[in-house]
């Protein structure tokens, strides 16, 4: 019988009857690796193994949540690129880490994650959309690798700032397959046996939507789902997509029960915007190819989790890596004739999140309770085994993550959602906002604007078209929930409406050009 070999440690403790201990010789532990991969745009639905989008086949990130788990209620605290970004490299609110829209200047002494992680001997990297206000592409504290570009970036031929230098490409490659080239090309030259973040960060699947050559017409041919809310906002002149019943106006259309006096004036008018179904990007897209486009462009984005997670297994790293997918912000696919996000409804503020860790996650795990962008950054810091810095709002869910109700302090997890979103002079259109969403109800403060406030019961009006604000039966529950935002801002220092500079002139289509 071959007996196993024992270090010189374990046979002093078996022979003289001492606990064991670990000599200096036994292998360390696997570091713990971190991969944020965040897509642009993304709304919490489109992904194939949720079965609500026919036709679309999302299979890497299907896997991510066979694998690991599936956050069902994910939400931004504000649906917008800049704040939304800030907030998950600071774990702060919008409020408090004051980058509130995507022109406001980026805070000298704001402070991310990845510094955290640097300092505590991660090799970091950065590639993709960075998009803070006055920052543009220069590389930013905290990575020791910086891909970026300027603003929104391009979807073919990108002119890249890697490390401080300009590189141009006119070969007509794809940005969102060049990200994953660089960030596998970067991973490969990592000592495995120490820990590393890395963080892409892609463009896909914002708007103006350009799949990727092989995929394009992909879904020529797909199903479109037209939300049965989408013409409760309808004049006489509006568009009408899809034809037959889906063409329907009425608000008795199929199981739609809508109180159209409580629609907000504002949705309304923002039918005929930017960011409406009667005049999208100013005209420059019909609603059709807009839906189709966006599938494409996403399949761009799977094939690049496949990728990285491919490469994790060819280096033997798939178990200790904690690689985790999140959109940035969701988006409006016709929903009271609105298209894109900044608003508080579901299709805006709710996100994809999956977090595949074989050695921390189950696989199929399921998770219902509310997670925010703002966790993202104290769930990181976490499972590097450090501490949550005093400034972070959000907590880590790890323990969400292994089962638990608590936080790493061992306090209940919280049950709701708060909601913050500042006018913009570039789209009007929507005005300030502050919510809060708890698993029965949904209140929106619409602040500065001669409109109705809003109160939805989630559970039997998910589409958020019966707004109870004037219910007598609902004054109670409307008058508790709007305590508890403006208690949320008191206790987060966030009663002060962040303003900045404006330098540009107006772009909305009514008054564009002016000042």
């Not at 991969?37 to 890497?60: E, W």
């Not at 219902?368 to 709002?393: C, H, S, W």
């Not at 039997?460 to 305590?483: T, Y």
């Not at 772009?507 to 000042?515: E, I, M, P, S």
Request: positive net charge.
């Amino acid at each position: 019988m071959k007996l196993p070999l024992l270090s010189i440690g374990a046979m002093l403790a078996l022979i003289l009857g001492l606990p064991a201990f670990r000599s200096s010789l036994t292998p360390p532990s696997k570091p713990k690796n971190i991969i944020f991969i965040l897509a642009d745009d993304h709304r919490y639905d489109f992904m194939g193994f949720t079965g609500k989008v026919a036709g679309l086949k999302t299979p890497n990130l299907d896997r991510l949540a066979y694998e690991g788990a599936h956050v069902q209620n994910a939400f931004v605290s504000t649906a917008l690129c800049s704040p939304s970004r800030a907030s998950i490299l600071s774990g702060q609110y919008a409020h408090t880490h004051r980058v509130i829209d995507n022109f406001a200047p980026m805070p000298s002494d704001l402070k991310f994650f990845p510094q955290y992680l640097q300092k505590a001997g991660y090799k970091t990297a950065f590639l993709g959309k960075w998009h803070m206000g006055n920052t543009d592409d220069a590389p930013q504290p905290g990575f020791d690798y910086w891909l970026s570009f300027k603003g929104q970036g391009d979807y073919y031929n990108p002119r890249f700032n890697i490390n401080g230098k300009q590189v141009a490409y006119t070969d007509s490659s794809n940005t969102t397959d060049l990200l994953t080239d660089y960030a596998i090309k970067w991973m490969n030259t990592l000592d495995k046996t120490k820990p590393f973040c890395l963080y892409l960060s892609h463009k896909a699947v914002h708007a103006m939507f350009e799949p990727a050559r092989r995929h394009r017409d992909t879904y020529a041919k797909m199903p479109i789902n037209y939300p049965e809310t989408m013409y409760l906002t309808a004049t006489d002149t509006s568009k009408v997509w899809g034809g037959g019943a889906n063409a329907g106006r009425s608000p008795e259309m199929g199981a739609v029960k809508a109180n159209l006096a409580g629609i907000p004036n504002w949705v309304k008018q923002q039918r005929g915007s930017w960011h409406g179904v009667d005049y999208m990007y100013h005209g420059q897209m019909d609603f059709n190819n807009f839906y189709r486009r966006y599938a494409e462009t996403l399949l761009g984005v799977d094939d690049s989790v496949g990728r990285v997670l491919k490469w994790l297994e060819d280096n033997g790293l798939d178990q200790n890596t904690m690689l985790v997918y999140m959109g940035d912000n969701g988006f409006s696919f016709g929903e009271r004739g609105l298209i894109d996000k900044r608003h508080a409804y579901e299709e805006s503020m709710r996100v994809p999140l999956l977090v595949r860790c074989p050695d921390l996650v189950k696989p199929q795990t399921k998770v219902k309770q509310v997670i925010q962008n703002i966790d993202i950054a104290p769930t990181f810091l976490a499972y590097a085994g450090l501490p949550k810095p005093t400034q972070m709002q959000g907590n880590s869910f790890l323990p969400i993550l292994q089962g638990q109700s608590t936080d790493g302090a061992g306090r209940p997890w919280r049950d709701r959602a708060f909601y913050e979103y500042y006018w913009e002079i570039d789209f009007p259109q929507t005005p300030t906002m502050y919510a809060v969403r708890t698993d029965r109800y949904k209140y929106i403060f619409n602040y500065g604007v001669w409109d109705t406030n809003e109160l939805y019961d989630l559970q039997n009006d998910p589409g958020e078209v019966n707004n109870l604000i004037k219910s007598p039966a609902h004054q109670e529950i409307a008058k508790q929930l709007r305590g508890e935002v403006f208690t949320w801002l008191r206790s987060t220092n966030g009663m002060n409406i962040p303003l900045n500079p404006v330098q540009q002139k107006r772009f909305d289509h009514r008054n564009k050009g002016a000042y």
